[in-house]
């Protein structure tokens, strides 16, 4: 088939869970296909970046709107109603640009990512896949419970917009794809049972245990600008690190990840250490005995997660992350949703270490057994292949349905 691959991020450098999960869908999908791609970008991507695409695609096409069109959009957005991120990402150039781009490939079927394109492509009468990734409206709702002032009442508004946007979601696509259960079930849909859950993999070649000495007892992994692992990072070491040091006052944490906003640079101390970019991420968990993500927010699967097990790493999380994960707390992975037990978690791997080679057995058995790129990518391309055999949906661009 002729599968045109349509994204709001190019899907290089690997430093954001949307890119990894389309760059790795790209390359699975790319053995039974060809592979058009068409992305949008809001940054310059490099010569570098699109070589490491173009051994999975026939072509790529990448638009670069003017950053000034994506903010005049979500002005506009917000008085017309309808998602702010979604008017940040679309813009003139971008439609322009896969309408020609669709018309040149004469794709077999679409796959695209994210609410976020569905303005480029809601008229396109090819059949057409979407990938919800997660469930964004509840990711936002979680952002709005913990936020105050304007920003809450920003973020009240996106939700509504958001929830609207993911049910006529269902009016659009010939088939819709999200990454785990409880993502699915978040979507406020009679149909949203029909949704194919199409999880995460890991890279087991890439992330695989590595004797090495531990120079932190506790590590965190991921990208830094990104509100979630914002406020994990602020909780552990505010709220969870504390009651540890009680007791281990010389126990060391480490926070890897591209782009730290102030907020985590101040968090620097004698016992922690904040990296920024690391070229490669590996080094942060081999060196360090413990991986904690007690996420408060967010939504969706966490690849830190997967890869911290798959190298062997004893995890500690909170149910936020564990759901749609679907480890057995005590036995593939420790789970807390308070401080305390959370420290205790912590204490009790650090001063057994017996019982943390154990679990990290069992993490490793876990992620192995569940979590291979190779048969979801066999999934998915069912997916699109079974879309191709039905008519298409008639496409027109919805309006919001006020009513929820």
Sequence with gaps: MKVLVVLPRFPYPLDKG???????????????????????????????????????????????????????????????TKSLQ????????????????????????LYSQMVRTMPWISRSLVPKVMDFQDALSMNVERRMQAATGLWHYILHYEFKMLRSTEYNAFKIFDALTIISEP??????????????????GVDFEKYKPVDCPKEYDVVFCGNMQYQPN??????LVEQVMPLVWKEMPKAKVLLAGAS??????????????????????RECYTKSRIFAAPMQEGSGLQNKLLEAMSMKIPCVTTPIANNPLGGTSGQDILVGDDPQTLANHILSLLRDPEAAKIQAEKAYEYVHNH???????????????????KPSKVSLEPKLDKTL
């Design 18 to 80: 949307d890119k990894l999960r389309a760059f790795n869908q790209i390359k699975a999908l790319s053995k039974y296909n060809d592979i058009y791609l068409f992305s949008v970008s809001h940054d310059k991507v490099s010569a570098e970046d699109i070589e490491h695409l173009q051994p999975y695609c026939k072509e790529i096409r990448i638009v670069r709107p003017p950053k000034l069109a994506g903010i005049i959009n979500v002005i506009r957005n917000y008085f017309t």
């Design 86 to 109: 979604i008017g940040y990402w679309d813009s003139k150039a971008a439609r322009k640009g896969y309408k020609s781009f669709e018309k040149m490939v004469q794709p077999d079927v």
């Design 230 to 235: 914002i406020s994990a990072v602020c909780y």
């Design 371 to 389: 979590f291979s790129w190779e048969s979801y990518g066999n999934q998915l391309n069912q997916i699109l292949y079974d879309v191709t055999q």
């Design 183 to 200: 993502d699915s079930e978040a979507i406020p849909h009679r149909l949203n049972a029909d949704i194919h859950i199409v999880p995460n």
């Design 260 to 281: 730290p906003k102030k907020r985590v640079r101040g968090l620097a101390s004698d016992r922690v250490t904040v990296t920024g970019w690391v070229e490669d991420i």
